[in-house]
């Protein structure tokens, strides 16, 4: 299947209501009747040309044309390039992975890139994106603690009820071993305890527990000084080990403290 080809028109159209009013693939797809594809391919193309809105709305569609499809370049059976944007954007969404993406993707161009290909351009999109901060975790030093954002479930076996059950995580930050148990709540005691026999499991005690600003732990959500839930604080006197509550992003950071206030537990 040949990708669709659009009028200079229509790539401009699309890329008006992509960059100046911020509408979703498909609300662009439906407005001018065009496939979601030719969308995302429009606005690969774009970004890879290096163009901004400002440039396309004084261009001519001839100087268009020749940005977006250089001299030379086949148009005859090109397989369209999957959105980046829009994939990072879904990975975001619990339970979303590059599969079931790629399956979409698919449904819409059913002779584009296969898997492997597809992870690939999605995955040098992202290397390109944004510096990291690389951290050095010395073995022992940190354990990191929390809950998993989407629940698991288990089947009671005598009436074959679902069950919704909270999933308790546990990682050490050098070897990222992992200790992972279901508990029925969030609350104080599922949450010591899962600390007891994450500790047995590892066979010693870290350096620090580090866990999210989970109210079960942590009473007052501050960035600057939380306050930690006194059964917490009594686990780690009797292990020795000290509760440091990851800190949490703020846009104004000078402005936070002013704002940290005690959790109701």
Same mark, same amino acid.
């Given at each position: ?7 200079m ?12 009013? /911020? ?8 407005s001018?009747?065009v ?12 970004? #890879? ?27 005859? /059976? ?7 944007? *829009?994939?990072?954007?879904?990975r ?5 992975t ?28 992202? @290397? /390109? ?12 030093? @940190?354990?990191?603690?929390? *809950? ?8 009671d ?24 148990e ?6 104080g005691p599922d ?10 499991f ?12 989970? @109210? ?8 600057? #000084? ?5 059964t ?34």
């Amino acid at each position: 299947m040949a990708t669709e080809r659009l009028s200079m028109r229509k790539h401009r159209e699309i890329l008006r209501l992509k960059w100046t009013l /911020g509408r979703s693939h498909r609300e662009v797809a439906r407005s001018l009747g065009v496939s979601l594809g030719a969308v995302a391919a429009t606005v690969g193309r774009a970004r #890879e040309a290096g163009i901004d809105w400002v440039w396309v709305e004084s261009a001519s569609e001839e100087e268009l044309e020749r940005r977006l499809y250089p001299a030379g370049e086949s148009t005859a /059976g090109e397989r369209p390039r999957p959105d980046c944007v *829009y994939l990072h954007t879904e990975r975001r969404r619990p339970g979303v992975t590059l599969e079931l993406l790629h399956d979409e993707y698919l449904q819409q161009h059913p002779d584009g890139y296969r898997y492997t290909q597809f992870c690939d351009i999605y995955r040098r999109w992202v @290397k /390109g994106q944004r510096l990291s901060m690389r951290q050095v975790h010395r073995a022992g030093e @940190k354990l990191f603690a929390d *809950y998993a954002g989407q629940k698991p479930h288990i089947v009671d076996p005598v009436t074959g009820e679902c069950v919704d059950v909270e999933l308790f995580v546990a990682v050490l930050g050098a070897s990222n071993f992992t200790f992972a148990e279901a508990t029925r709540t969030q609350r104080g005691p599922d949450w010591i305890a899962s600390h007891v026999r994450a500790l047995e499991f590892f066979g010693g005690v870290p350096g620090a527990i580090v866990p999210d600003q989970l @109210k079960s732990g942590v009473t007052i959500s501050c960035r600057y #000084e939380p306050g930690i839930q006194r059964t917490y604080e009594e686990l780690a006197a009797h292990y020795g080990t000290v509760i440091l509550p990851a800190r949490p992003a703020s846009p104004r950071d000078k402005d936070y403290a002013s704002h940290c206030t005690p959790s109701v537990l």
